[in-house]
């Protein structure tokens, strides 16, 4: 159990203060990174907004700044900026910045400037390659080249708006973040081709236009077309394109895309729509041609690849696959014929993130849970042994930056007692050879309660889940505390770590400052935890989480502090599901509840992701069945709130609306909310203005 109480008598926290007030965040060192071929670093100055460099020998010192900058721009006849932070290393010396569709290069030591390649003023998606000479960029469904000196090249052809080059595919899900990948040397550029013509249309309406205008969307829903994938191989030097042979059925999964270090192959995690198989496939990077399979990986419930090969240095033979295979995600080196060398990895504890390798490819270091599953900690591993050695100390949560040469390592640690401390690391003994910022607590002064983490057990005894509650400031044993459930519940998610605040946010606090109790549960199928943690939700979403859930309801209730008449629930997204499905399945428990962004029938939500965790409903209808609350309005008691943005590309407005229609034949009575013109997130100071409603909501019911 943990638990820290910040030091505190006097302030309360605004809602202002909550969600814009950066000031209340810790300190950071903005746009820490190393300097590329070095042991130096480089961040941007918030007093004076210079861009620092250091080594980690000598303290850094400002090398550029933002009049010298604007003062070159100026000369080279492209607009001023406001600020340094889109700097970008290009080699040692050099720094690169987009600004307004030019590239501009710029030596900080000479002061001398000049545009590197300018873009079009729509391009979008910019992705440099390695060596910066070229950068790929989409505009509309098509994809170009920029280089020096050169017309900018367009190097699809498509006038179908409903084919798009070079953007993130299967709606990046399966680790993928963007459409476009450059092969080491920047001579090939390999990029996704997604054909969604025969995905339905779903429209999204813009009421800022007079009259209002309709905009359809390419949205694949569970059971119905997916999109068809291909990969495409640009080849600079001839201007000619192949497209990697990845054969029937169309409708499959392309991800995990990695160059071999030759740049004569690409491999891919190619999986099948039913997501329970995976092939990684090598294919001929010129021809496009199948090589082989170098291995494949089945699961009753998914398999769901997230990272691609990393080769090791000096044995381009050689790379490490992370696989969940054994339960939990690991590492395993393999050779390029296919062969398991070793498993690198092993225990009941996840392997987050391989962070990189020594320069001759005798280690690799990676992230992982190996202390507990609310800690991250940095780690090597012996490559031909797969003897391993924790590189970072003191408990908490760790995030690595690795240095260019791997002699170093930056780490942004906090933890509940510590807001933020920066330090570089050597990777051979773990030795800290510079402390770059120990920040001061930002919420001295402020009046907040005690925030604790603790496991509590899982109905079957065994399985902890674990949970964080706040008490309110002056908190009182002898007094009843109405109690407000925070709740994601979904997966890829971990809502409480042993970093700053447990992981908690500052409306929380504030809801703590207002008199309420604040608790959060991660129940089974959240992140991090392992393959069955999981997997508890496959073809039954919302049925282990609710369950687990009410044993965090159990517990609360068996306080004699808390108010077990005067429970609240929220939360958005799979959250609003979660918040929606607690209110309808356990009727009576919550008094009160707000659900944000729900999703209500999951025939409604997307191949990709829905497909995963419950099948198609054609294949598993009484899942499908199960999980649709509208066969439950009926069952609302106490009040409930359903908040959605008007243009929810993600979880489609259709979802509450529907849940509203229900409601109303069912003559069921709810509140409801609406954000124009927002997506699926509620952002910038409008964010403000929800948590107002939210707030405001359990302040009239709950108090």
């Not at 990948?181 to 995905?199: E, I, K």
């Not at 933890?415 to 910022?437: C, E, Q, V």
């Not at 001061?440 to 925030?451: I, M, S, V």
């Not at 609406?674 to 302040?699: Q, S």
């Amino acid at each position: 159990m943990a638990s820290f109480t910040a030091t505190a008598q006097q302030k309360l926290l605004t809602m202002e203060d909550a969600f814009m007030n950066s000031s209340l965040s810790p300190a950071n060192l903005r746009r820490l990174n190393w300097v590329p071929g070095t042991n130096d670093y480089s961040y941007v100055s918030d007093k004076m907004d210079q861009l620092m460099r250091g080594s980690v020998r000598e303290n850094a010192r400002p090398v550029l700044s933002l009049a010298d900058l604007n003062a070159a721009l100026e000369k080279a006849g492209t607009g001023k900026v406001a600020n340094v932070n889109g700097l970008e290393w290009l080699n040692a010396n050099e720094v690169v910045l987009k600004q307004n569709g030019t590239v501009f290069r710029y030596n900080p030591q000479t002061k001398a400037g000049q545009v590197f390649y300018r873009l079009d003023a729509a391009a979008e998606n910019p992705d440099f390659a390695p060596n910066h000479q070229r950068v790929a960029y989409t505009k509309a469904q098509n994809l170009f080249i920029s280089q020096p000196g050169k017309e900018n090249q367009q190097i699809t052809q498509e006038n179908n708006p409903a084919i798009m080059n070079g953007q993130a595919a299967h709606r990046s899900e399966f680790g993928i973040s963007k459409g476009t990948f450059w092969s080491p040397s920047g001579n090939s550029l390999a990029f996704y081709r997604m054909d969604q013509t025969m995905v339905t249309d779903y429209p999204l309406v813009d009421i800022s236009a007079v009259p209002a205008k309709l905009n359809n969307i390419k949205y694949p829903m569970a059971g119905g077309k997916s999109h068809h994938v291909t990969v495409g191989v640009y080849n600079v030097a001839s201007g000619k394109t192949v497209f990697l042979k990845t054969g029937e059925p169309a409708e499959q999964y392309l991800t995990n895309l990695t160059w071999s270090p030759d740049e004569k192959s690409i491999y891919l995690a190619v999986v099948n729509r039913a997501q329970n198989h995976m092939w990684l496939n090598q294919y001929d990077a010129a021809t496009g041609a199948f090589v082989k399979t170098l291995f494949e990986e089945q699961n009753e419930k998914w398999v769901e690849p997230e990272h691609p090969m990393y080769f090791v240095p000096n044995h381009p033979d050689q790379f490490v696959w992370i696989s969940e295979r054994d339960g939990f995600d690991h590492l395993y080196l393999y050779s390029t014929n296919g062969k398991l060398i070793r498993q690198l990895t092993k225990g009941d504890w996840v392997v987050t993130d391989l962070v990189g390798f020594d320069k001759n490819g005798r280690e690799a270091y990676y992230t992982s849970t190996a202390e507990s599953p609310l800690e991250r900690h940095f780690y090597a591993a012996e490559l031909s042994t797969g003897r391993t050695g924790r590189l970072t100390q003191g408990s908490g949560v760790h995030n690595i930056t690795f240095s260019p040469t791997g002699q170093f390592f930056i780490d942004n640690y906090s933890s509940p007692a510590t807001p933020r401390t920066i330090r570089i690391l050597d990777t051979d003994a773990g030795k800290i050879t510079k402390t770059l910022l120990v920040a001061p607590n930002p919420l001295e002064g402020y009046a907040l309660g005690e925030t604790t983490v603790f496991p509590i057990k899982a109905e079957d005894g065994t399985t902890d889940l674990f949970c964080r509650m706040i008490t309110p400031p002056n908190f009182d044993e002898k007094k009843k505390y109405p109690v407000v459930v925070y709740v994601y519940g979904g997966p890829h998610a971990q809502m409480i770590t042993n970093g700053w605040l447990g992981g908690s946010n500052l409306w929380m606090q504030l809801m703590a400052q207002k008199g309420y109790i604040v608790f959060t549960l991660d129940n089974r199928g959240s992140a991090d935890r392992g393959r069955a943690f999981e997997q508890a939700i496959f073809r039954q979403v919302g049925v282990p989480e609710v369950s687990d859930q009410m044993q965090g309801v159990a517990y609360l209730k068996g306080l004699p502090y808390v108010d077990a008449n005067r429970l609240g629930v929220h939360g958005w997204s799979y959250g609003g599901f979660m918040t929606t499905s607690l209110m309808l399945k356990k009727p009576g428990v919550f008094k009160v509840g707000v659900a944000g962004g729900p999703v209500i029938d999951w025939r409604l939500y997307e191949v990709m992701y829905t497909e995963r965790y419950m099948d198609t409903p054609q294949e598993n209808p009484q899942g499908f069945e199960q999980a649709n609350l509208l066969n439950q309005v009926k069952n609302l008691k106490g009040k409930l709130l359903m908040i959605h943005g008007t243009v929810d590309d993600v979880v489609v407005w259709q979802h509450s609306q529907s849940f509203l229609k229900k409601a109303v034949d069912e003559g069921v009575l709810l509140d409801y909310f609406v954000y124009p013109g927002h997506p699926h997130n509620v952002g910038g100071k409008d964010r403000v203005h929800l948590y107002k409603k939210v707030t405001e909501y359990f302040d009239e019911h709950l108090k």
